[in-house]
């Protein structure tokens, strides 16, 4: 399966900042990727930061096949990078 990495900051509802990979079929349009992200994130208005990944895009990174499966079941799978514990603003 072809994938599209995105690499994502958002901010949650308790105003912590997340960082994570968003990580889809490839095809999907910006607009959807960053719809799926604001329902993960839950919270009113997440700020969304996120930018496309074109080397692990491009198949030069090897993806957990368990994370694998979750896109192809779902269409979307999060893999946390970092949490930072600060708030936002």
Known sequence: MK???YDT?????DGRILHFEAIVRSGMCPQEVEKRI??????C???IE???????????????PAVL???????????????????AG
């Open 3 to 5: 994938i599209d990495v």
């Open 50 to 64: 996120m930018e496309f990944d074109r080397w692990k895009s491009s198949g030069h990174a090897a993806v957990n």
């Open 9 to 13: 900051y958002a901010t949650a509802s």
């Open 38 to 43: 604001h329902a993960f994130v839950d919270a």
């Open 69 to 87: 499966a979750i896109v192809e079941r779902n269409g979307m799978a999060i893999v946390p990078l970092i949490r930072m514990q600060k708030a």
């Open 45 to 47: 208005d997440p700020e």
